[in-house]
């Protein structure tokens, strides 16, 4: 019996660059550049921040850079903390039926190994294409009554795994223990509370340093349980294998324009779309959200006192795009938690779960808003937000969100660099966008010196 991280490992072991679609090389392209582009803005958050500073103390100083940073740590530390800052902002791709976000975990993972190995600029594009076909099969085949919790680091291993064992040259078998090791070993990430945002995100950084591992333990001749997706009450095993080499799952994920939780983007595109030609002295008198009852498990706090509770508010994203329009979002700053008219607003905001928005995630996140501005009600329905698989953002839209995200990092000139080298990867190069990745932002920035003390001097 050939079990299913056996023929994933098959598949994966005879793949070559030649192989994907020229649709696929593209989405994978734009994957790398929309993940750079979170982790710019993530860069200066304190999520981030505190990451590097327990990465160093607890894995130690090394030669991996924590990206547009001047900290130098073990490679295990510099994985964690670059997913750290690509996840911060919860402004990193995703995929509907997976439930969650790939790229922060895939991303950093294969550039740090390209890093190590020299790997040129087909091998990443390659590598990262297995990393989100794998995590994301075994992610959107899990039967969801069977799942406690929708942490991505649950599932990132997987494909970390197998994008670095790809890299690495590994033999099928080795492979497959590569995958069943960094499943069995993932973060279970038990189901948070309710009431407060946690900085824990999806635990993807930890997911990737336990990925990691385990393909080191396979090379050392480690075995893993290779049957353990064979579970077919938790998983719908055909699935995910079928169609390996014709369907990339690269090409389904969403991005996303604003940096706050899924749930909270067809609503604020709807309240952009209400208030588009608003005067500043119109009052706003209500604001009534119906969305799909998986919403009422955000905290959706009124005052928020960290980003994350901001990002995972449906009151308060609502109020913000309502008053401080889309810009607010790229990025979300500490200083619009202090913004008083905006929790005043926030306040007003009545949620309804309606029956006939039920039942429809996690395939779509959908949304209506109704407003009632200078004493006129206006009305906008948004069935699939700005950036979904089928209302994508385009190559251009990419780009902008990378400008706006890292401009208190980048000169203009050396963002233009950052986008431009991802490109280069399509011409087999790869040294351009490492030189990127390893230049302080301190050194080739607007960031003042000061930016980055309390991190060079621990």
Not at 257 to 275: E, F
Request: proline letters at 6%; one cysteine or more.
């Amino acid at each position: 019996m050939t079990f299913v991280t056996e023929r994933l490992a098959a598949f994966i072991g005879d793949l070559r660059y030649g192989d994907l679609p020229a649709e696929v090389v593209a989405k994978t392209e734009r994957a790398i550049l929309d993940t750079l582009a979170s982790l710019l803005g993530g860069v200066p958050t304190d999520n981030a921040r505190l990451s590097r500073l327990a990465a160093r103390a607890c894995f130690g100083p090394g030669h991996a850079a924590a990206w547009f940073t001047e900290t130098d740590l073990h490679v295990l530390g510099g994985l964690f903390a670059n997913c750290a800052a690509a996840s911060s902002l919860d402004v990193d791709d995703g995929h509907c039926q997976a439930a969650g976000h790939p790229g922060a975990a895939i991303v950093p993972a294969v550039l740090s190994e390209a890093a190590i190995l020299g790997s040129g600029g087909h091998e990443v594009l390659t590598a990262t294409a297995i990393g989100y076909d794998v995590a994301l099969r075994i992610a959107a085949a899990r039967r969801f009554f069977d799942t406690m919790s929708f942490a991505s680091g649950q599932w990132t291993g997987f494909g970390v795994a197998a994008a670095i064992g790809w890299l690495r040259g590994m033999r099928p078998d080795q492979l497959a223990n590569a995958i069943a090791i960094a499943g069995a070993e993932a973060p279970q990430n038990l189901p948070q509370g309710d009431c407060q945002a946690s900085s824990v995100k999806g635990s993807s950084p930890w997911s990737t340093v336990t990925a990691y591992f385990a393909v080191e333990r396979a090379a050392a001749g480690m075995s893993g349980s290779i049957d353990m997706l064979d579970r077919a009450h938790a998983y719908d095993l055909a699935a995910i294998t079928a169609d390996l080499g014709s369907r990339w799952l690269v090409s389904e994920t969403y991005l996303k324009p604003y940096a706050a939780c899924r749930y909270t983007h067809p609503v604020i595109d709807a309240v952009l779309k209400l208030v588009a030609d608003r005067r500043q002295d119109e009052p706003i008198d209500r604001v009534l959200v119906e969305i799909f009852p998986e919403a009422r498990k955000l905290p959706n706090e009124h005052a928020p006192k960290s980003l994350e509770g901001a990002q995972f508010s449906v009151p308060f994203t609502a109020a913000l795009a309502a008053l401080r329009g889309a810009e607010a979002f790229r990025p979300l700053r500490p200083h619009s938690l202090l913004d008083q008219e905006v929790v005043a607003l926030a306040r007003k905001v009545e949620i309804r779960y309606p029956d006939d928005l039920a039942g429809i995630f996690p395939l779509r996140t959908p949304a209506r808003v109704t407003m009632i501005v200078g004493g006129f009600e206006r009305f906008c329905d948004v069935p699939r937000p700005l950036g979904d698989a089928n209302n994508p953002m385009h190559q251009t839209a990419v780009e902008e969100k990378l400008h706006d995200l890292g401009r208190d990092l980048l000169s203009e000139a050396d963002r233009e660099r950052l986008i431009q080298s991802v490109a280069l990867l399509r011409q087999g190069k790869t040294a351009p966008l490492l030189a990127c990745l390893a230049a302080p932002a301190v050194a080739i920035g607007r960031a003042p010196l000061s930016y980055f003390a309390s991190e060079s001097s621990t």
